[in-house]
């Protein structure tokens, strides 16, 4: 029996390492892609937003505004025209992605001690882009117009000081915890990396039980004892593969994008465990349900980005309907993809309710997947032989 596991040991080798591109896709894959990906993100935050000004006042004051959002490090001002109606066709160009509209009376209001409206239009087609700027956009007015308050105060006697005060009676300090230049890549990198490596990794193990259908544990031409070895071993086999390689992946992002790892390394490698466990179960009910490899990745492509959007990483459980919340709990991304992003940035670890009840669930979920995927495997696995049964019996007739 011994002889027999290692036999299968090296055999799931030997398969790995003839189809060579499954091969690229179990240890390479994660880690480029994931490289890939990351590196997108890599200016963190969105920067040099395009915008077209209509100045229809062309003053000092107009001009003052206009650099004032052209120095930010948030916009560029490449466009300064005389109608709004320029201004609309660049955007809808693509030539800017925004617009600022100074009125002809912006000036005088300002003058007369009024306040001045300025009209600011963005295209919000793009989520990100779209609050990036209404962020930075106000930031921007806000110092303006503290300027231009504080100078009229100082005009008439008052100091800077008091000027300030009299502008401002409310001063505040912003101090984001955790990811303090509200980084897209701190945000986004960690999870995107889970999510390929739950793609490529599911698609290696449910390609890998495919294709015993052919000639291998569930062809119905091994015993039951050589198919119940060769299924533990390719559960060993994967596992602890696909193990080393989620924790490679990991180390090899937050080493090159620098993440500062602020959690345990232990808390992360238990996660990464139970996750590894989870996708193994996943893998071969997939695989052994599917008729052949092409419509076991047909369904994994169709249910990754479902599983990533539920898994309330991208988007919060709580502005979900509750149905799909429930639902959500019995996905191994759920507990996986957030849980990670709170060791590493916030620096949480299993002593917090959430991240410890993620672990629990994880487990739960592992052990209750793979008796899934065992009885799977049993049931196809007789089907398989009864296959072969009446196919055997035929030749001895007809030897007969």
Not at 97 to 115: F, K, M, W
């Amino acid at each position: 029996m011994i002889k027999l596991f290692f036999t299968g040991f090296f055999r799931e080798i030997k398969m790995l390492w003839k189809d060579k591109r499954m091969l690229f896709m179990f240890l390479i894959a994660p880690v480029a892609l994931s490289i890939v990906v990351c590196n997108a993100f890599s200016n963190q935050i969105v920067n040099n937003i395009p915008f077209a000004a209509v100045d229809e006042n062309s003053s000092q004051k107009t001009r003052d505004l206009i650099q004032a959002f052209d120095q930010s490090d948030r916009f560029d001002v490449p466009y300064v025209v005389t109608n709004q109606e320029d201004a609309i066709k660049l955007m809808e160009s693509g030539e800017v992605l925004g617009i600022i509209v100074i009125p002809t009376d912006y000036t005088r209001s300002l003058q007369l001690g009024q306040q001045a409206e300025v009209l600011i239009g963005v295209n919000s087609a793009n989520n990100i882009i779209g609050n990036s700027a209404v962020v930075s956009i106000m930031q921007v007015v806000k110092t303006v117009s503290s300027q231009i308050a504080v100078k009229s105060f100082v005009a008439t006697g008052s100091s800077i000081a008091d000027g300030t005060a009299k502008v401002m009676p409310i001063s505040t300090i912003l101090r984001p915890w955790f990811n303090p230049q509200f980084s897209y890549l701190a945000y986004l990198g960690l999870g995107l990396t889970g999510l390929i490596f739950h793609q490529l990794f599911l698609m290696t193990v449910a390609t890998a039980f495919a294709e015993e259908k052919k000639e291998g544990i569930l062809s119905g031409k091994m015993t039951w004892r050589e198919s119940a070895i060769h299924f533990v071993n390719k559960f060993i086999f994967y596992g602890v593969t696909g193990y080393g390689n989620i924790l490679l992946t990991y180390y090899a992002i937050i080493k090159i994008f620098d993440f500062p790892m602020r959690g345990s390394r232990e808390d992360l490698a238990i996660l990464c465990g139970y996750f590894i466990l989870c996708l193994l179960g996943l893998g071969a009910i997939l695989g052994t349900l599917c008729k052949n490899t092409i419509h076991a990745i047909q369904w994994l492509m169709a249910l990754t980005y479902p599983f990533f959007i539920l898994s309330g990483f991208s988007w919060p459980h709580s502005e979900m309907p509750a149905v799909w919340v429930k639902a959500a709990q019995y996905l191994p991304s759920t507990h996986f993809l957030t849980p990670v992003r709170d060791i590493v940035l916030m620096g949480v670890g299993f002593e917090t309710t959430t991240v410890a009840h993620s672990r629990e669930m994880l487990l739960h979920l592992a052990l209750g997947i793979f008796l899934l995927s065992v009885i799977t495997f049993m049931i196809q696995a007789y089907l398989a032989k009864r296959k072969q049964q009446p196919k055997h019996g035929k030749k001895e007739v007809v030897q007969a």
